[in-house]
């Protein structure tokens, strides 16, 4: 019986596709640290850069971040506390909140970024979550930022982000948390969360519950006392 051979391009193609290293599974790495904004410093007029300075804590690690890799996390504030920007001016609305990665050395690298804001409350810009792209040759940082806040007053208590690497790489270590205009025409400020006032319709339901609550116990007690009345010898 005779063996068929395959043409040497097409076997030689084969054992190539054999020998080629498996394509690498991108990694998902998380960070999500706890601030506190209280120990934030305010630089410029009125406020217009302010920042939560060093490391968010005394271990921050580095990411070395390939093609495919994310990092991703939530930048949870402390005490209940946010983060307010204003905008009196109202003529230019370039204020920025973002999460600042340093590197040692400098990266080529392309990224998608996610970001979305934790209980916004006032007037945004734009969507949440809001998506953007970024592209950075010799860049020595790397960060995920809400571009474009207000054209008037914002706040928010914390925020979601996802940085994918689509090209490029490097290693990046968690720097500060900073909150920033442009123009100069904002002022950024720390505040505290503001308790939901309950809808009326909940009210309701809370005063006719604790009503039947409290019919509920005096008829327990009145039965309670017929019933002593009866077995008293």
């Known amino acids: 019986m005779k063996t068929?051979?395959?043409?040497?391009?097409?076997?030689?193609a084969l054992l190539a596709l054999a020998l080629a290293p498996a394509a690498r599974a991108g990694i998902i790495y998380n960070y999500s640290p706890t601030?506190?904004?209280?120990?934030?410093?305010a630089n410029g007029p009125?406020?217009?850069?302010?920042?939560?300075?060093g490391h968010f804590?005394?271990?921050?690690?580095?990411?070395t971040l390939q093609t495919g890799d994310t990092l991703t996390g939530t930048v949870s504030f402390a005490n209940g506390l946010g983060i307010q920007v204003h905008n009196p001016t109202s003529s230019s609305f370039n204020e920025t909140a973002r999460l600042f990665l340093t590197s040692n050395d400098p990266a080529n690298y392309s990224t998608n970024v996610l970001v979305t804001l934790l209980d916004p409350q006032g007037q945004l810009t734009g969507p949440n979550p809001a998506q953007s792209s970024t592209g950075a040759n010799g860049a020595y940082f790397l960060d995920a930022g809400y571009y474009g806040l207000t054209p008037d007053t914002v706040s928010f208590y914390g925020f979601t982000y996802s940085i994918e690497m689509l090209s490029g790489s490097g290693t990046f270590t968690p720097q500060d948390l900073d909150v920033f205009s442009w123009s100069g025409n904002s002022n950024i400020s720390v505040v505290s969360a503001v308790s939901p006032v309950p809808e009326p319709a909940t009210g309701l339901a809370g005063i006719a519950a604790g009503a039947i609550a409290l019919f509920s116990r005096q008829r327990r007690r009145q039965f309670q006392n017929s019933t002593r009345t009866k077995h008293t010898p």
Not at 4 to 12: E, G, I, K, N, S
Not at 35 to 41: A, E, R, Y
Request: negative net charge; hydrophobic residues 45%; proline residues 13%.
């Open 4 to 12: 068929r051979q395959l043409p040497f391009p097409v076997a030689a």
């Open 35 to 41: 601030l506190d904004l209280t120990t934030g410093v």
């Open 46 to 53: 009125d406020a217009t850069y302010w920042y939560v300075p």
């Open 57 to 63: 804590d005394a271990t921050a690690p580095s990411f």
